[in-house]
Nanobody, 127 residues
Framework: QVQLLESGGGLVQAGGSLRLSCAAS????????MAWFRQAPGKEREFVAG????????SYANSVKGRFTVSRDNARNTVYLQMNSLKPEDTAVYYC????????????????????WGQGTQVTASS
């Protein structure tokens, strides 16, 4: 069983930065494919960024490429999402997700590919 705990959300002005953390327990992050999804009110949950288990290859949604960076700290058993140049349209609840499988890139983008989820953290970028 894997537990995920997100932190780091908050309110920031447009153009600002936040770093989200997802601390995992029950399994090492190096052995998990992990991703960040977000869901805005009235919208479907969407893929933001992900990092594959072991090899650590990353993937990003087009809307965040060049602004967001996903990384992994094996010593802290934590995955991060560094968010820069935040826009009002980035406002959403952000969720950390994990799966023990070796997902191919296109699978990483699908919420139903992940078995474990965190509780979510609110990110608000005000204009």
């Amino acid at each position: 069983q894997v537990q995920l705990l997100e932190s780091g959300g908050g309110l920031v002005q447009a153009g600002g930065s936040l770093r989200l953390s997802c601390a995992a327990s029950g399994r090492t992050v190096n052995g998990l494919t992990m991703a960040w999804f977000r869901q805005a009110p009235g919208k479907e949950r969407e893929f933001v960024a992900g990092i594959k288990r072991s090899v650590g290859m990353t993937s990003y949604a087009n809307s965040v490429k060049g602004r967001f960076t996903v990384s992994r700290d094996n010593a802290r058993n934590t995955v991060y999402l560094q968010m820069n140049s935040l826009k009002p349209e980035d406002t959403a609840v952000y969720y950390c997700a994990a799966d023990t499988g070796s997902l191919i890139t296109s699978e990483m983008w699908r919420a139903n590919a992940y078995e474990y989820w965190g509780q979510g953290t609110q990110v608000t970028a005000s204009s």
